[in-house]
T-cell receptor
Framework: DVKVTQSSRYLVKRTGEKVFLECVQD?????MFWYRQDPGLGLRLIYF???????EKGDIPEGYSVSREKKERFSLILESASTNQTSMYLC?????????????FGPGTRLTVT | AQTVTQSQPEMSVQEAETVTLSCTYD???????LFWYKQPPSRQMILVIR??????QNATENRFSVNFQKAAKSFSLKISDSQLGDAAMYFC?????????FGAGTRLTVKP
């Protein structure tokens, strides 16, 4: 079974803090993704990575950056957290980038910025 | 840009009955995949069913089936013999060559 794990289920940070969200997958997947999930908006793609050290912007990259130094690990970074970044963050991975490849999701990190 | 619309924020079904969740999408592409994902309360999102756009035959996975109408850009999910464990948020998703777009979700309640 594919396992995608995220470092925290719940996180509370203060405005202006630098926040790191970590994601690890154990199935040697090439592609990894970061989404944020908000009520009424579904999932929106922040960034994705198709290889180590490679990244591409998704639909809402502003205020975020990512890092992928190792194939199994994909980090989302909030350089200076703001209250409008309070959300559920989901990490996902897929074997390859083709359309038919299923994405496997982590359990999510619920981030609150106060 | 592709958009995915789920017009039913909430749905309710009696246990053992059948329910249909709606999804429409907008695209100018011809080659894509469509997915339904299930997110149970406080649990990981999992794939329910997928449909390849070039296949006319509707996908089926046990009690889950889709009604794919390519010309109408419609992709509904039918759940037969609903069970309590089917209660979840359901997301419709469209995937093209680069990445995936999701609908806003439908919260399904199953009444015993």
């Amino acid at each position: 079974d594919v396992k995608v794990t995220q470092s925290s289920r719940y996180l509370v940070k203060r405005t202006g803090e630098k926040v790191f969200l970590e994601c690890v997958q154990d199935m040697d997947h090439e592609n990894m993704f970061w989404y944020r999930q908000d009520p009424g908006l579904g999932l929106r793609l922040i960034y994705f990575s198709y290889d180590v050290k490679m990244k591409e912007k998704g639909d809402i990259p502003e205020g975020y950056s990512v890092s992928r130094e190792k194939k199994e690990r994909f980090s989302l970074i909030l350089e200076s957290a703001s209250t409008n970044q309070t959300s559920m963050y989901l990490c996902a991975s897929s074997l390859y980038g083709g359309q038919d490849y299923e994405q496997y999701f982590g359990p999510g990190t619920r981030l609150t910025v106060t | 840009a592709q958009t995915v619309t789920q017009s039913q924020p909430e749905m309710s079904v009696q246990e053992a009955e059948t329910v249909t969740l709606s999804c429409t999408y907008d695209t100018s592409e011809s080659d894509y995949y469509l997915f339904w994902y299930k997110q149970p309360p406080s649990r990981q999102m999992i794939l329910v069913i997928r449909q390849e756009a070039y296949k006319q035959q509707n996908a089926t996975e046990n009690r889950f089936s889709v009604n794919f109408q390519k010309a109408a850009k419609s992709f509904s999910l039918k759940i037969s013999d609903s069970q309590l464990g089917d209660a979840a948020m359901y997301f419709c998703a469209y995937r093209s060559a680069r990445y995936m777009r999701f609908g806003a979700g439908t919260r399904l309640t199953v009444k015993p």
